[in-house]
């Protein structure tokens, strides 16, 4: 796939718009989480430096852009570069779904009185919070230089992240700390199902990248590794 991405992109014409509102939107992103967590995890009050929800805003009027433009590219130029098209589309609509978890975890900010501490799963909740903002500068990468191989080490490290997130889950659910107060255990149960599911839309777009169109959002076919491009 990442192949015709780099041939369809290599000139200016409505599909390459689309790819640089596409960037875009993963920085903006990725503004979002970081302001999104630290209105959870640093502020009693749930502070932010901006209102999430234009943000949010920017980030739905960038899609509609992102489909009209390949809407159009596509029924002026033919269905010779319909696969990088569709494959856009499905990024964006990943890139759409992470700014609403972004949201989501604003809104737990704003319902929780204080600033959220995790408890005995401080240490893990951590790592998880620094992996996935890392991930999202892997991404951006990916899509603005087309690394395939960040994008198969995003995909790899999946089931890690996922994995982790469903243990501290079930271990919330069963009280495995107990002094975690009521609303502060179903604020972090909330939290932990938040990050899984916004690492897992980050996961999706790099499978754009590694994999064939019908395959986006599952893990690579390594039986045709060879033919993919």
Same mark, same amino acid.
Request: one cysteine or more.
């Given at each position: 796939m990442y192949k015709k991405f780099l041939e369809l992109f290599g000139k200016e014409n409505l599909l390459d718009q689309a790819y640089q509102m596409t960037v875009k939107m993963l920085e903006t992103d990725r503004e979002m989480f970081v302001a999104s967590v630290e209105s959870l995890r640093m502020h009693d009050d749930a502070k932010l430096p901006f209102d999430i929800y234009e943000k949010d805003k920017e980030i739905n009027q960038f899609e509609r852009d992102v489909r009209r433009n390949v809407l159009t590219h596509l029924t002026v130029a033919g269905v010779h570069n319909v696969v990088p098209g569709l494959a856009l589309v499905s990024i964006v609509i990943d890139v759409e779904r992470i700014g609403d978890y972004t949201k989501n975890i604003v809104e737990l900010a704003q319902a929780h009185p204080m600033k959220l501490h995790g408890g005995s799963f401080e240490k893990i909740l951590s790592e998880i919070e620094q992996i996935v903002t890392d991930r999202f500068d892997k991404i951006t &990468?990916?899509?603005?230089? #087309?690394?395939?191989?960040? $994008? =198969?080490?995003?995909? @790899?490290?999946? =089931?890690? %992240?996922?994995? =982790?997130?469903?243990? #501290?889950? #079930?271990? %919330? %659910? +069963?009280? &495995?700390?107990? @002094?975690?107060?009521? +609303?502060? $255990?179903?604020?972090? !149960?909330?939290? /932990? =199902?938040?990050? &899984? *599911?916004?690492? @897992?839309?980050?996961?999706? %777009? !790099?499978?754009?990248?590694?994999?064939? /169109?019908? *395959?986006? +959002? /599952? *893990?690579?076919?390594?039986?045709? !590794? $060879?033919? *993919? +491009?």
């Open positions: &990468k990916v899509i603005a230089n #087309m690394d395939v191989d960040v $994008a =198969r080490e995003v995909m @790899s490290d999946h =089931r890690n %992240i996922s994995s =982790r997130c469903d243990n #501290m889950l #079930m271990e %919330i %659910i +069963g009280e &495995k700390d107990d @002094s975690l107060s009521p +609303g502060n $255990a179903t604020t972090l !149960a909330l939290y /932990f =199902r938040y990050l &899984k *599911r916004v690492a @897992s839309h980050l996961t999706n %777009i !790099a499978s754009s990248i590694v994999n064939p /169109f019908p *395959r986006i +959002g /599952f *893990r690579p076919n390594e039986n045709n !590794a $060879a033919n *993919r +491009g």
